[in-house]
């Protein structure tokens, strides 16, 4: 069974910084992409960020240069570090785990991120 548990979601003020976690387990987490996706209400699900296996990072327009992809294969675990946090990044943050081969792609629950004064 595929589990994916995002944590580290929270209220923040803006300016601010938080660390998102996503602990994989019953994938072969090396081999595949690891992503974050985030949803704001009333919005659609949208990439933040994700890294591949082979370590390259991709950001939306909207992040670069504020937050920051990293995994830990040995710990099964992606990172989403959020820093310079703006209230239009208040969303339900979620960890997604994709992989080409074999069309399979898993998603966690989601976290919630508030930035808000």
């Known amino acids: 069974q595929v589990q994916l548990v995002e944590s580290g979601g929270n209220l923040v003020q803006p300016g601010g910084s938080l660390r998102l976690s996503c602990t994989a387990s019953?994938?072969?987490?090396?081999?595949?992409?690891m992503g974050w996706y985030r949803q704001a209400p009333g919005k659609q699900r949208e990439l933040v960020a994700a890294?591949?296996?082979?370590?390259?990072?991709n950001y939306a327009d909207s992040v670069k240069g504020r937050f920051t992809i990293s995994r830990d294969n040995a710990k099964n675990t992606v990172y989403l570090q959020m820093n310079s946090l703006k209230p239009e990044d208040t969303a339900i943050y979620y960890c997604?785990?994709?992989?080409?081969?074999?069309?399979?792609?898993?998603w966690g629950q989601g976290t919630q991120v508030t930035v808000s004064s």
């Open positions: 019953g994938i072969t987490f090396s081999v595949y992409t």
């Open positions: 997604n785990a994709n992989r080409r081969i074999g069309a399979r792609n898993f």
């Open positions: 890294m591949d296996f082979g370590g390259s990072p």
